[in-house]
């Protein structure tokens, strides 16, 4: 995707590299656009939701300084993102270490050692870091 769509940039060493793409750049592709990405189905919903970030209609720099609870609401106003998605962007890129992203492995892990649900108000305000040790945990269990 940057190669495609990111602007060619240089490095302190003079080295080039591609940008990651702007909101608005890939708000003006359409899904065939990203085809040779290899997006499959969600090609639609990152032009979708590119072109609500370049509209203004969700403003990410406003997201950054939000707490928990409203940064996870405005993401989930973003086209194709769902609790899963906004709760990792909570807990990895805007460091709201109480997200609690639930994927295949931490369902299975759930299933498995909390059949009553994970006890989050024992971890409140870290349960994300426990989701982390417990996701290493049963990835490690498999190796």
């Known amino acids: ?12 060493s003079e080295q080039v590299y591609n940008s990651i793409p ?26 979708a939701a590119a072109r609500q970030v370049a509209s203004g209609a969700v403003d990410l ?3 950054r300084h939000m707490d928990y609870a409203h940064a996870k609401a405005e993401l989930l106003r973003l086209t194709g993102v769902g609790i899963k998605v906004a709760e990792c962007i909570c807990l990895f890129a805007l460091h709201h270490i109480d997200a609690f992203p ?10 498995a050692h909390y059949p009553k649900g994970f006890p ?24």
């Open 102 to 111: 639930v994927d295949t492995h931490i369902r299975q892990m759930l299933d």
């Open 1 to 12: 995707m940057c190669s495609l769509f990111g602007e060619t940039c240089y490095n302190k």
């Open 22 to 47: 702007t909101a608005e750049r890939l708000a003006a592709c359409t899904p065939e656009d990203l085809a040779p990405v290899r997006l499959g189905y969600r090609a639609k919903y990152i032009c």
């Open 61 to 63: 720099e406003a997201v």
């Open 120 to 143: 989050l108000k024992r971890y409140k305000g870290f349960a994300g870091v426990m989701q982390q040790y417990a996701f290493y945990y049963e990835l490690s269990l498999k190796d």
